[in-house]
Every structure is written in C-alpha cells, then in structure tokens.
C-alpha cells in the first residue's frame, strides 16, 4: 500500500470518526459537550471539532491524488478507496447536517442523486473502455459544497456576523451545479450508451 492509498485510508478512518462524533449518544453515556455563546450566537464545540476534522479529511483528499499523479503511483485500488472515502465523508456529513436541522434536507438529496447518476455514466463509459473527464460546473459544484460544509460546522462565522447566510448560499449553489454537471455529463457521454461493452478475453 503506498503513501497516496494510506492517506486515502486515513481519510476513511476520519470521515468514520466524524460520524461518530455527530450520531453518537454522548449523553447516555455521561459525555456533554460544552456549549457558548460568541457575539450572541449559541454554538455547540462538537460542531467546531467535527468541522476540524472535516478540514483535516478535505486536505488528505487533495494530498492523495496529487502524491498519486507527481509519484505516478495511481493504482485501481487506490481509486477504488478515494471514490468511497469521498462518498462516506461527504454524503454521511450532508445527510447528518440535515437531520440535526443545520441545512434543508433537499441539499443532500440532490448532491447524492446526482453522484448517482454521474457515477453510473463513468461506470458505464469505463466498460466501454472510455474516461469520463471532470468539467468545470463539477468541480465549481464540489469547491462551494465543501467550503459550505465548512462554514455550516461553523455556524457561519464570520459572515453570521454580517447577517449574510454565505454556508447556505455556497450548499444551494452547490446543489444547482450538481444538477448542471449531471445533464452536461449525460449529453457529453450519452452516445457511448449506444455502445456496445468491451468484452475482455482472459
């Protein structure tokens, strides 16, 4: 295992970490995070260490692929394991973002359908020996839903001061990209489906 599927690894074991941290019944077991108040606005420290490392996982998922690329060492497994370690960090933090009231549960719905799709195209495309290529309304949709993510672990601030909702803005933007890249994916790609798959001989 090398040191781009390692981080990949370890970004899995944080997004669990996450998880745990948001769904996990601390009360029951005696545990209380402490609450505070900051220019008015109640906020909870979970959060603030939840959206911590959050940041800590983002930053693994740009180190890998760029480590993969510069050492060429770009493996199927490594591949495998960053499309589920990307999946399990954020489609886990939308839908508990939701549910705890943070965001409308329509973000999550959209951004998930969406990965739906667009995975079964690259799936698609790849047994017809094709590369689905990323494209800008894509990579714009994943820059505002991360960056919005964030600023939702950290109710807003600073821009909660300014009376501007920037993390909800960044998450609706975020969910009409995901839209925009899902029908520019299917035009792109749309006459491979007419392609017959490649059948390998082993």
């Known amino acids: 295992m090398n040191l781009p599927t390692k981080l990949t690894v370890f970004r899995l074991f944080l997004s669990v970490v996450v998880i745990v941290l948001l769904c996990f019944p601390f009360y029951d077991v005696g545990i209380t995070f402490p609450t505070f108040t900051i220019n008015g606005i109640m906020v909870e420290l979970q959060y603030f260490i939840a959206g911590g490392i959050f940041i800590l996982a983002s930053i693994t998922d740009f180190f890998d692929g ?5 050492n ?9 394991l960053d499309a589920i370690a990307d999946k399990v960090l954020v489609d886990s933090v939308l839908i508990i973002l939701s549910v705890h009231g943070f ?5 999550p719905v959209i951004i998930i359908l969406r990965d739906i799709v667009v995975d079964a195209i690259k ?8 590369v689905v290529a990323a494209i800008g309304s894509g990579k714009l ?4 839903l991360m960056v919005g993510i964030v600023l939702t672990f950290f109710y807003n601030m600073p821009f909660e001061f300014m009376g501007v909702n920037v993390a909800e803005i960044l998450l609706y933007i975020a969910s009409v990209l995901s839209i925009v ?10 006459k491979l489906s007419r392609e017959e798959p490649k059948i390998i001989n082993s």
């Open 141 to 144: 949709k994943t820059a505002c």
């Open 72 to 80: 060429n060492q770009v493996t199927n497994l490594g591949k495998m």
């Open 103 to 107: 965001i409308h549960v329509i973000i």
């Open 123 to 130: 799936m698609d495309a790849a047994s017809k020996g094709h």
């Open 181 to 190: 890249s899902a029908i520019q994916y299917f035009n792109a790609n749309r």
């Open 66 to 70: 760029y480590l993969a690329r510069k």
